[in-house]
């Protein structure tokens, strides 16, 4: 019988949002945030860890043994997951972020990550509903008329109806100028979408009766050399079983109960949303919440995985005198390794929460001066928190693995498959490499009043810690970068200056945890973590700074594998090419 995760410790996240960055003013923003009391989000944290344990935890190994299937041509869940979801709904989970005018409860944002942190501990891939839910929701808030929202706002809050984001094309990924999907005008005012859209998670299932989905395709005449993108909203298979099509379902390394299709659409009808040609620019109205929920689910999986090794590390005897074998905790380099999974979920937690603070308030202060800030510092911060998370979850799970030994690569642990669902972290909403040039090209060379805030406040948090001087690199860096004029040398760079960024965002994270008082166990683990990240802050950055003052030099080195096949079109030149921001 494999080990079961452990449940979610309410009191260090009550501690965590209660630590979280100006969390006293969003408590002010809105009359329904001033009752989130410390008492009403204790009760939250502790009924969701009872419903994490007690229902997606079983849930979680049966859907990782046997994961959905397609059956005539429609998916089937995981047996269970109907059963799981029907509690979920009934207990008003999926409304927590919604909006109160559509029926949702809408608690402030650090409530709700703090909670998907708790169920993505026990079943990421049930949590990976949720999510197209809410991004399609605020979509159709957005850019949808009055009847529209009246539709289909209340169902999403709900959950009692799905939703997809329709973006992926085989061959196009994140290049989406490649997009293929047409919508053509209607003369009823309706638009007709054709085209296959690939790696779309929750494409269908069988947990609610009705699915939606939100739709990136070109409107432009056939022909026009320049893409023109609009978003449309289409109804699924069961109202048009003729015109929208399940493929296949992907099979995956891991996160195996939520089923990630193919769809086809043959002459759908769906209807338009928002602005003809403007569909990839309000696209951006659900990244924040997009992003965030990567980080929470990164976060789910590390502060799992850690938890796991740190009891494991307590019990399991190795070492130490001939019949009388000690604790493997009490080994340095084991102590290392736990200390490297502690500091890693705690400093991502504390940056997931307060990023999440910081959209509150870029959405809802009442001084503009303060939403201009926060709406840039968030701009800067989440790339960060995403490629954080998704690091995270997959280092902590490897790192348990190696904690565990040989135990660990078992099925007996829950780590291994931690380590698998894990890996689609980085990929979500852009790879690595891609948020590495987001961070680059428009946070740095194009705006880097983002970069301004944060160097400002983190350096306010940090003073007379080691943060100050890896804040000095990470300018530095920056400066370095928006001054470079040969685009292979900014490319090049891009990743090098993201972990940079990320060190120094977790060490502002650190700082403001080690001023904690040493009153609270939550509150001591908070502060020791906070002094290990901080006390190797200083050689990590300067080897990040480094490799971003190296730029794409290490890249000529490339050209020696020409004569393997490489072509030299794919050969970095290190030359003069121009600015593409």
């Not at 397609?70 to 927590?96: I, N």
């Not at 193919?262 to 569909?279: D, H, K, V």
């Not at 096949?565 to 600015?579: M, N, Q, R």
């Amino acid at each position: 019988m494999r080990a079961a995760i452990p449940r979610a410790d309410g009191a260090s996240l009550l501690a965590h949002v209660e630590a979280s960055f100006r969390i006293g003013d969003v408590r002010g923003l809105a009359p329904h945030f001033a009752e989130c009391s410390r008492e009403l989000i204790d009760a939250v944290l502790e009924e969701a860890g009872r419903f994490s344990s007690a229902v997606l935890e079983p849930l979680n190994r049966g859907m990782d043994r046997v994961g959905a299937t397609l059956v005539d041509g429609r998916v089937r869940t995981s047996a269970g997951h109907v059963q799981a979801w029907k509690a979920f709904v009934e207990a008003g989970w999926p409304a927590m972020d919604h909006g109160l005018e559509h029926g949702g409860q809408q608690m402030p944002l650090v409530l709700c990550m703090a909670v998907q942190e708790i169920f993505d501990r026990n079943c990421p891939a049930f949590g990976m509903l949720p999510v197209p839910q809410r991004s399609a929701a605020r979509l159709i808030d957005a850019f949808a008329d009055a009847d529209t929202k009246a539709r289909w706002l209340p169902g999403l809050a709900a959950g009692t109806i799905g939703a997809t984001i329709c973006i992926s094309e085989a061959g196009a990924g994140s290049d989406v100028m490649q997009l293929r999907t047409r919508a053509t005008p209607m003369a009823d005012g309706s638009w007709c979408i054709t085209g296959e859209k690939c790696w779309i998670s929750f494409g269908d299932h069988d947990l609610t009766d009705t699915i939606i989905h939100c739709v990136l395709a070109r409107s432009d005449a056939p022909g026009t050399a320049i893409p023109e993108l609009s978003l449309f909203l289409v109804e699924g298979k069961a109202s048009q079983p003729d015109a929208v099509h399940v493929r296949r379902i992907e099979e995956k390394l891991g996160l195996h109960g939520s089923p990630t299709c193919s769809l086809g659409f043959e002459g759908a009808r769906g209807q338009l949303l928002g602005t003809l040609g403007r569909g990839l620019a309000q696209m951006f109205v659900m990244i924040t919440q997009m992003r965030l929920a990567v980080g929470a689910m990164g976060l789910g999986i590390a502060s799992a995985a850690v938890d796991i090794a740190y009891d494991y590390a307590g019990q399991r005897r190795q070492g130490g005198p001939p019949g009388n074998p000690v604790p493997i905790i009490t080994h340095p380099d084991v102590q290392r390794q736990v200390l490297d999974l502690f500091a890693r979920s705690e400093m991502l937690r504390g940056m997931t929460l307060n990023a999440a603070n910081i959209a509150e308030i870029a959405a809802r202060s009442s001084v503009e001066e303060d939403r201009t800030a926060a709406a840039a510092l968030l701009q800067w911060l989440l790339p960060i928190v995403k490629t954080f998370g998704a690091e995270a979850a997959f280092d902590n799970a490897s790192g348990a693995i190696q904690v565990l030994g040989g135990a660990g690569y078992t099925t007996d642990w829950p780590v291994e498959q931690m380590l698998r669902d894990a890996r689609v972290l980085a990929l979500f909403e852009g790879t690595t490499g891609i948020q590495g040039l987001d961070l680059v090209h428009r946070r740095v060379r194009r705006d880097r009043r983002g970069l301004d805030v944060f160097l400002a406040q983190a350096r306010l948090d940090g003073a007379e810690t080691p943060l100050i001087a890896a804040l000095d690199r990470l300018d530095d860096a920056a400066r370095h970068l928006g001054e470079e004029t040969r685009h292979d040398d900014i490319d090049g760079a891009a990743t090098a200056f993201l972990r940079l960024a990320t060190l120094t965002a977790a060490g502002w994270v650190a700082s403001r945890f080690r001023s904690l008082p040493n009153d609270r166990p939550a509150h001591r683990r908070m502060r020791a973590t906070a002094g290990y990240w901080l006390e190797r802050l200083g050689p990590l950055s300067i080897l990040a700074h480094a490799e971003v003052m190296a730029s794409a030099k290490p890249l000529m080195h490339l050209a020696e594998l020409t004569s393997t096949g490489v072509s030299d079109d794919h050969v970095p030149t290190g030359g003069t090419g121009s600015e593409t921001d």
